[in-house]
């Protein structure tokens, strides 16, 4: 396997495969799931101040998974003549820990 060097171009390719993803996934995500809470919310006649905080922990979660989810999807995507990989740097069986 031959290592090929990283350049902006390559880098960028990666990036935007990644951003792409994540911006549309999230963005779809949050509208629906906004769009459903501020219905129920407004149907129940109840303020929204109170569940701001607990709105945006799940905003932001949905964001963290989508970007995790998008990076997993680019782990296995091919591009323009290499794609990515994991390789082991250290023998498993050198990290022996002591107990």
Do not use: H
């Not at 963005?27 to 905080?53: D, N, Q, R, Y």
């Not at 932001?60 to 997993?72: D, E, Q, T």
């Amino acid at each position: 396997m031959e290592e090929i060097e990283i350049t902006w171009l390559r880098a960028s390719r990666i990036w935007w495969s990644w951003a792409w993803r994540t911006m549309l996934w999230t963005i779809c995500t949050a509208i629906l799931f906004g769009f459903i809470i501020g219905f129920v919310i407004a149907i129940m006649g109840i303020p929204i101040e109170p569940f701001t905080p607990y709105i945006q922990t799940f905003g932001a979660s949905i964001g963290i998974f989508f970007g995790i989810l998008a990076f997993k999807i680019i782990l296995a995507k091919r591009f323009n003549g290499f794609r990515i990989v994991l390789l082991r740097t250290i023998d498993p069986k050198a990290l022996k820990i002591d107990a």
